[in-house]
């Protein structure tokens, strides 16, 4: 071809090709990195295998291939995808280490495009990719942007009960003797901010999912920054105002600085780009955690769901111009249970989603329930024999014991009293299953989620 004809082809492929933006969120350890590292696997291999049947794009043959390119956004980190592929791959294999921050990876996907009026003008084009990770912890901060710092400390004393109020107690000491009247003391503040946000951290080892603010348990990059040190403190009416130079106004405009700097600096400049969601929960951890557990992460989706609703007139409007148009809710670690327990996993998942997308504008936004294994940890199969088989998984334990087990039945719906007197759900950790490098991951229904995310990008 001559140069300006491989000029006009060059420009009409690159018109052609089209750009997306997934976020992949969840409370920590929902399961995103796991999903991440997985999706990109799974995609670099399509070429050579048949690992994605319920991707059109990848049943129809229509997929030529995947390759890494160097993200877009260089301001954010870059997703660890060649570590957590080291530790799966390791003897014995791994799970990828835990990250604490938002994290990009981009990979180009190449295809044939079904689309008469594409092929006409390029038998191939190229979709480009942005996967970003972020902590869902960091939607449930959104309410503190209409509360004031007062409203705020009042809220945060309203839900001392309970499990919370127990482990409250060695911070709550600390506040009982401050006088947010005194003049400002930041080395004060800082200490008592500390046993604040250990406090926060042992609601979440405990299974108490609702912490605020959202950036004390996952700081990331603001790890001791002043902005991350402040706690609740309430004033009584009868009080006198305290002073400007009070401990107390310190608390105030630095609740005020995170709002803008933190709250909304994460909706304007990270939220406001995604075109596509997918939320990652973990039903099982709550479900054998037990029932506290269960509805205060109940209570966390609920808050997520709120960042998704951004009807006219919205407070979120305001900060920015929504893009997102697609949402999926999954349920993560499918291969924990049996696969005749999946529908159930999925409908415990729809009874916490449902209600409160039903009730809310969500601006004509599409979304689904499913559930899913980003990466797999055990085998499905039948014990006993004849007509008495049940069915069963295997799997080798983090201490390296090969088990077979049926792990119990998941609820149809939301569990009631008895259902935790009988604690009828155990599972047990596995370690991944062994792959080699040339093979992607073993995954369920990976693909069904990539064909809800990204399948009408590639027609
Ligand atoms: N069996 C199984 N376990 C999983 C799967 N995905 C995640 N896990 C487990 O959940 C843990 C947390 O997952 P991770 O992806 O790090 O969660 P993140 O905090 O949301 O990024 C992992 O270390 C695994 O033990 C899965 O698909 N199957
Ligand atoms: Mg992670």
Known sequence: ??????????????????????????????????????????????????NLPLLDCARD???????????????????????????????????????????????????????????????????????????????????????????????????????????????????????????ADEKRIATISQAFAQFLMKCKESGLHWVQPGRFVLPGELQGAPVLQFFPIIVKSTEDKPSRNSGYMMLKRRYEEYQQKVVKHFYKHHFATFDRQIVLVDCLQPLMAGSESFSDMRGALEQIMKSFRYGQNNLLRRVFAPRIDKIMFAATKADHITPDQHTNLVSLLQQMVYPTWQTASFDNIEMNCMSLASIQATKSGFVGAGTETSPALRGTTLM????????????????????????????????????????????????????????????
């Open 1 to 50: 071809m001559n140069t300006i004809g491989q000029e006009v082809t060059d420009f009409v492929n690159r018109s052609l090709d089209s750009h997306v933006r997934i976020a992949v969120t969840g409370l920590s350890r929902a399961g995103k990195t796991a999903f991440i590292t997985s999706m990109v696997n799974q995609l670099l291999h399509s070429s050579t295998h048949d």
């Open 61 to 183: 043959q229509r997929l030529i291939g995947a390759k890494r390119v160097p993200q877009s956004n260089l301001m954010v980190p870059r997703f660890h995808y060649d570590e957590a592929l080291d530790q799966l791959e390791g003897e014995p294999p791994q799970w990828p280490q835990p990250t604490r921050d938002v994290s990009e990876i981009r990979l180009a996907i190449k295809y044939k495009p079904k689309k008469a009026t594409k092929r006409l003008l390029s038998k191939t084009s190229t979709l480009y990719i942005d996967i970003i990770d972020y902590p869902g912890e960091w939607l449930l901060d959104l309410p503190l942007l209409s509360m004031t710092f007062e409203q705020w400390s009042e809220q945060q004393a309203s839900i001392l009960k309970g499990q919370r109020l127990n482990l409250a107690k060695e911070w709550q000491q600390l506040v009982d003797e401050f006088d947010p009247h005194q003049d």
């Open 400 to 459: 390296g014991d090969n088990l077979t087990l049926y792990p119990g039945d998941v609820p149809k719906v939301l569990p009631k009293a008895d259902y935790w007197q009988k604690k009828s759900f155990e599972f047990t950790s596995f370690r991944p299953l062994e792959k080699t490098t040339d093979s992607p991951c073993g995954h369920i229904r990976l693909d069904k989620a990539l064909q809800y995310l990204v399948g009408d990008k590639l027609r």
